[in-house]
């Protein structure tokens, strides 16, 4: 891809709100490619960042800049899933066709686009139905699917089987897989060890709003190089 985003750059981020600093001097690259889990306790900053990221919030101090050109992604560019799904009051097939036509695809062309994705997500069957009597499982893969539609080059994630069950989770990790393998960057949070293990490239280890650690997953698991990184791992309570 000629016309690229990334890398994406962290410079000195920082984000204050009701007087408590709750990210603290994030610096980091996310270049194409390697899938990037974003790990840490409760509290640590994950969701925060990956909204600051996302453009939703703008930092309090320091620069979020794509590709080096100091501007904004552009819209269309990137997208996000949240732990809770955000779905419209309409069908299935309309959560995904409105989502096209905000992005400027022709109304000729959105029906066969969206019941491709819906298609992937194994939600065609489901099209005509209202969004919100879809299972939690479903609701999730409907807004991949959602995504999928819209081909972003950076999906960013937010603890996106949080809620769900083991069958649920490994379909929305399918998923997820796919979209690597097309080609998308992910960037993603979750609090579940295993899952990280599973899709993780590289990891971003966050504590009390600091990064702690940026290293590949591989090295991360094996070899911790901070002691909140190594008590994480072994299931530790940190505060």
Known sequence: MTDTILPLSIDGVGYTAAGR??????????????????????????SLLLRLCHGLIRPTTGHITWAGTGAP????????????PVLLRRS???????????????????????LAALERAGLAERATQPARLLSGGEQQRLTLARAW???????????????????????????ITQFHGAGTKIVMTTHDLGQARRLADEVLFLHHGRLVEHAPAGDFFARPQSREAA?????????
């Open 92 to 114: 299935t097939f309309a959560n995904v066709t409105y989502a096209l036509g905000l992005k400027g695809v022709r109304r000729h062309a959105r029906k066969a686009l969206a």
């Open 149 to 175: 539609a819209l081909e972003p080059e950076v999906l960013f994630l937010d603890e996106p089987t949080a809620s769900l069950d083991p069958a649920a989770t490994r379909r929305v990790e399918t998923l």
């Open 231 to 239: 008590a994480f791992i072994e299931g530790d309570l940190l505060w």
């Open 21 to 46: 600093r709750l990210i603290d001097g994030i610096s980091a690259t996310l270049e194409a490619g390697p899938r990037t889990i974003v790990l840490g306790p409760n509290g640590a900053g994950k």
């Open 73 to 84: 992604a552009r819209p269309g560019h990137q997208a996000m899933v949240f732990q809770r």
